[in-house]
């Protein structure tokens, strides 16, 4: 069984609560000591922008920004997708400490590609 975990995430703040479950099994996921990839798509894009997850998104909930800097110090990285990224004309020089603008392919290389790699655990939110 892999030891990786790639976590897609279409939705930005327009869904904090969405967010933030998927920010907690990524985070998981790192601080057990999977390599752990978040790949950003559609709004998503803009959680990579400095300054723009914060908040909470319920009571009890852990703030956004905590869970971003444990996921980081955890290993943790992001995927940006460049088409998702440059649609919203968003700048590619400010982007979140472990993130990089990214799409499908190296995703997959990422994963294993053809090397015979066991892929990785997905999940997608």
Do not use: H
Not at 62 to 89: D, K, Q, T
Not at 92 to 107: C, D, V, Y
């Amino acid at each position: 069984m892999s030891n990786k975990a790639v976590v897609s995430l279409t939705t930005g703040l327009e869904d904090p609560e969405k967010v933030t479950v998927a920010f907690l099994v990524a985070v998981g996921a790192a601080e057990q000591g999977r390599p752990t990839l978040m790949f950003l798509t559609k709004e998503a894009v803009r959680l990579a922008v400095p300054g723009v997850a914060v908040g909470t998104a319920c009571d009890g909930c852990p703030p956004l920004p905590e869970l971003i800097e444990r996921y980081v110090a955890a290993g943790g990285s992001f995927l940006v997708c460049p088409l998702c990224f440059n649609a919203r004309a968003l700048d590619q020089e400010n982007l979140i400490k472990g993130a990089e603008l990214g799409g499908t392919i190296p995703m997959w290389n990422w994963i294993g590609g053809d090397s015979g790699d066991e892929g990785a655990t997905a999940f997608s939110y």
